[in-house]
């Protein structure tokens, strides 16, 4: 009868009903906070806001790029937000119940503990419960489990939410709802909101926090130090020379912080993921582009994944004088047209057509349970034919060596092959043992039978690219741990036997130690694939997961980048953070050469944004110490930032890069950026000494430091540009004619309070900027040997050892 209607009203008061809402991600209040209210927007904001007030908004300029940045981050975590929100296991949009004697559809979450679902093939089931009765009920829990076959459920076995009813009907009693019932066990944990690591964003995260501990004292310093300049504290308020005071901090201040490098970074992800859904592979989240050339370590599921996830036969083995071929041809091609047929029956269909249609007198029909079926023809091959595992018919003789049938099952068994055996018998099937579901007597075997799982065209080749850069693989599944290593071995991969899942440690370092040993396990529950993701990563290594069901969605949302395909569930490609669209998996080469461009093409520009810090840095200490007049107004710092470092840094991001990834990005990009910032910073000291000493006036003397930071800063851009291509000489060219024009023509010179800088000043301009080039080279000759070291070091790194695949060319061209 099911629930009555005050029951159903009880229960729903008391919110025992199968309503689910996780907490699934940051709020949108959260997130501008988190990119818009940041100490360095403040600072920026803040400035950019007094130079407004005070009327100078000639000198605001930097404010725009701030903006732009805070916008792009704010983009990009709604993406990844929206995706977490879109999560949802229960495809199913209507539950079917019966209720007070008549059968009703209502919303999932309508659903209430106790209810009686009526489950039917097709149907996706909305909350965990116990079948209370059942006609043929086989429900596929792959999506939950891994496990590829269809499982038989019988009056009171538990049914899963999330799994799907494909054979039979029954109806079943709902004894877990909501946020309790398996699926959403999984919900809960996978929607928990997380950014995807990234060395890129880490390494730029930090500077940008050592600068927020630096900016305050040296904005102190600096505006001390100018006030001093303009007289002193009390003289310069009453002199209004206060105003040019806290321009020149300004000035100071906003130098100091590298907003364009994460604007740039921004940028280079985005066009890298553009690209990519151009190639069908989705970008979740954009630092997931630079993730993957990163990842040293990729674990693959096995269903769905390297495989399509169905089952295409694969031969025939007749054992000798056992029975006539046109007999075993006959019962087979009934077994694979029969309605009721499974999904490894269906496969006879093709090799073995029906040609004379066989008539069934009684039949059992196959069960997972039991794992084999019956037939007696009344109209065909005589006898009874079964069909099904061998060691569920024969038992012991079936993997007895000494025997025909054991010897033939045991070594295509050993193949990886998943074998079944035809059986026959002289006598027929009776009622009773139809309806006690017994195997007749005096059975006999006929043949074996071989079934592969269709393997992805494209795998094979993918896995070889992975083993050439020295990328270690783990191959994960459900399956049998026999089968799933055969299929490895079919794609190239070296494993002798695959290691059951069942035996693993519960200790996590020696999980860790067995997974540096072994490459492919079965019988891996979700749970275990959690913590093998988790357990790699604790031996140092950057973890790839990929997958499609949800019995995945733990891992791929654990891994450092998670892949799913998009033939997988809702659950697997809303936490993913790569989606191959088309489920090719010979895109994932694709996205390691994009990451790669990526991470190249951003360490190279970051030395120019860092070289920028390091000098802007080195100015406020020394000019304050000093209490020395800031030799910049913040527009004639836009100048450089703008010619020498901005624009041709977003060419430089963009540009073709293969460069293998190497560790240790911060590391090398402040081995050039310190030193190089710190000989211009000391240079225009020097230069600001000489020239005030020189007697040469305020206006030249900005000018000329103006001159030679952007002389110096495009000698900078071509050092670091080396190689130098067409393209890169075009960009260097065209900044330099662009600098040529600031500095030329009326408007500009004007706008930017740039004049003749006299003989003198020349004279001295023109040494300052030889002796500071000649310096740079100096400190590129050094960087390069770091480079080199760095490279030398990963070349004799082990397969699969963390933090980077071995690199035959990566920075080749930097060495150069």
């Known amino acids: ?125 909305p909350a965990d419960g116990v079948v209370r009765r059942a006609r043929g009920l086989q429900l596929d829990e792959s999506m939950l489990t891994g496990e590829a076959d269809p499982v038989d459920k019988r009056d009171g076995a538990e049914v899963l939410s999330g799994s799907v009813v494909v054979a039979g009907e ?41 600068m927020s501990w630096l900016i305050g004292p040296l904005g102190l310093l600096v505006l001390n130090a100018q006030m001093m300049v303009a007289g002193g504290w009390a003289a310069a308020w009453e002199s209004g020379g206060w105003v040019q005071a806290i321009v020149n901090t300004i000035a100071a ?121 019956a037939v007696s023809f009344a109209h065909g091959p005589a006898g009874t034919w079964i069909l099904g595992a061998p060691e569920m018919i024969f038992g012991d003789i079936a993997t007895d060596t000494a025997t025909p049938l054991g010897e033939r099952v045991v070594t295509l068994a050993a193949t990886g092959r998943r074998t079944l055996v035809l059986a026959r018998t002289a006598l027929s099937l009776t009622e009773e043992d139809v309806a006690a579901e017994r195997l007749p007597a005096q059975l006999q075997p006929a ?98 997961m990929t997958g499609d069901g949800v019995n995945d969605a733990l891992a791929i949302k654990t891994a450092d980048i998670g892949i799913a395909m998009n033939s997988g569930s809702a659950a697997t490609k809303a936490v993913a953070r790569l989606v191959l669209l088309d489920g090719k998996f010979s895109h994932l080469p694709d996205v390691v050469a994009e990451g790669r461009q990526v991470i190249a093409n951003i360490e190279r520009v970051s030395m120019l944004f860092l070289t920028k810090t390091a000098y802007a840095t080195g100015l406020a200490l020394l000019f304050g110490l000093l209490v020395l007049e800031f030799p910049f107004l913040p527009r004639q710092l836009s100048i450089t930032d703008g010619l020498t470092i901005g624009i041709p840094a977003f060419f430089l991001a ?82 330099f004619i662009a600098l040529l024009a600031i500095f030329t023509l009326p408007a500009t010179t004007a706008f930017f309070q740039l004049v003749d800088p006299g003989r003198d000043a020349a004279w001295l301009i023109t040494g300052v900027i030889i002796v500071t080039i000649g310096a740079i080279e100096v400190v590129r000759f050094f960087h390069r040997r770091v480079v080199a070291r760095d490279l030398a070091r990963d070349r004799g790194r082990p397969t699969g050892q963390p933090t980077g695949s071995p690199a035959s060319d990566r920075l080749a061209g930097a060495v150069k």
Not at 14 to 29: E, L, M
Not at 273 to 278: D, I, K, N, T, W
Not at 688 to 696: F, Q, Y
């Open 253 to 373: 201040l906003t130098a100091m912080i590298p907003l364009g490098l994460v604007l740039m970074t921004s940028i280079a992800f985005a066009v890298g993921a553009a690209r990519l859904a151009s190639r069908q592979v989705l970008v979740n989240e954009l630092p997931a582009v630079e993730g993957l050339a990163r990842v040293d370590v990729i674990c693959l599921d096995k269903t769905g994944t390297l495989t399509v996830g169905d089952i295409a036969f694969d031969a025939l083995h007749p054992l000798d004088g056992a029975a006539e071929p046109a007999e075993v041809a006959a019962v087979l091609a009934w077994y694979g047209a029969a309605p009721d047929a499974n999904a490894t029956a269906r496969c006879l269909r093709e090799p073995f057509p029906v040609a004379d249609p066989s008539v069934p007198a009684h039949a059992i029909a196959f069960s997972s349970a039991r794992k084999w079926s």
């Open 170 to 210: 029954g109806e079943a009693q709902v004894t877990r709802v909501g946020a309790d019932s398996y699926a959403n066990r999984f919900a809960g944990e996978a929607k928990r909101f997380s950014l995807v690591a990234s060395e890129l964003r880490t390494s730029i995260n930090r500077v940008l926090r050592w």
């Open 654 to 735: 963009l540009l073709p890069n293969t460069q293998r990834y190497i560790p240790g990005f911060l590391r090398r990009s402040l081995s050039f950026a310190i030193p190089a910032g710190l000989i211009i910073a000391i240079s225009l000291t020097l230069y600001t000494l000489a020239a005030s000493s020189l007697g040469i006036g305020e206006a030249e003397l900005r000018t000329g430091s103006t001159i030679i930071l952007a002389v110096v800063g495009i000698w900078v851009l071509t050092v670091l540009s080396r190689p130098v291509t067409r393209v890169k000489v075009l960009v260097i060219g065209a900044m």
């Open 1 to 125: 009868m099911g629930l009555r209607a005050a029951e159903v009203a009880e229960r729903a008061a008391a919110g025992r009903t199968n309503a689910f809402t996780a907490d699934t991600s940051r709020s949108v209040w959260n997130i501008v906070r988190a990119n818009v209210f940041t100490l360095f927007n403040g600072i920026v904001f803040g400035c950019f806001f007094v130079l407004f007030v005070l009327g100078r908004w000639q000198d605001a300029l930097f404010g725009f790029a701030a903006f732009a940045n805070s916008i792009i981050g704010c983009v990009q975590e709604f993406r990844a937000k929206a995706a977490l929100d879109r999560l949802a296991l229960l495809n199913a949009p209507r539950a079917r119940i019966r209720r007070d004697g008549e059968e009703g559809e209502i919303a999932p979450g309508e659903v209430v503990i106790d209810d009686i679902l009526v489950l039917r093939a097709g149907d996706q089931v």
């Open 447 to 544: 043949a074996v039978l071989t079934f592969r799982e269709t393997v992805r065209p494209d795998a094979a080749q993918t896995l070889a690219y992975f083993a050439r850069q020295g990328v270690g693989v783990r191959i994960i599944s459900g399956d049998n741990p026999r089968t799933v290593a055969a299929i490895a071995r079919d794609l190239g991969v070296e494993a002798p036997e695959g290691y059951d899942a069942r035996r693993l440690p519960e200790d996590d370092e020696a999980l860790a130690g067995v997974l540096e040993e072994h490459t492919v396990f079965g019988r891996v529950t979700p749970e275990q694939k959690k913590r093998m993701v988790v357990a790699l990563q604790s031996r140092g290594h950057t973890v790839a």
